[in-house]
């Protein structure tokens, strides 16, 4: 198993960046794939970006390519998320997730951070 622990939420204005962290701890890091999720009130989880085992391949859902960049440091056991041109449609509570290479999903979850862009 893997724990997950999400970092660097908060309060930003519109245009502006923020840097989110992901501490996992637990079982070997590099054997997970990772990603990051947002939920808003009343809607369903979101897809944000996600990141191979060895940093070599990434996915960005069309709504964050080319203002969001994840990335992953497997000696530090951390994933970042992070985040530029921030839009008042970007808040949300933004999930730290992990998958096993090959499993095809996600099983592990952090408690999620809260993101707030002001308009």
């Known amino acids: 198993q893997v724990q997950l622990v999400e970092s660097g939420g908060g309060l930003v204005q519109a245009g502006g960046s923020l840097r989110l962290s992901c501490a996992a701890s637990?079982?070997?890091?590099?054997?997970?794939?990772m990603g990051w999720f947002r939920r808003t009130p009343g809607k369903e989880r979101e897809f944000v970006a996600r990141?191979?085992?060895?940093?070599?391949?990434?996915y960005y859902a069309d709504s964050v390519k080319g203002r969001f960049t994840i990335s992953r440091d497997n000696a530090k056991n951390t994933v970042h998320l992070q985040m530029t041109s921030l839009k008042p449609e970007d808040t949300a509570v933004y999930y730290c997730a992990a998958g096993v290479v090959g499993s095809g999903s996600f099983q592990y979850w952090g408690q999620g951070t809260q993101v707030t862009v002001s308009s």
């Open positions: 637990g079982r070997a890091f590099s054997s997970y794939r």
């Open positions: 990141i191979n085992w060895s940093a070599s391949s990434t």
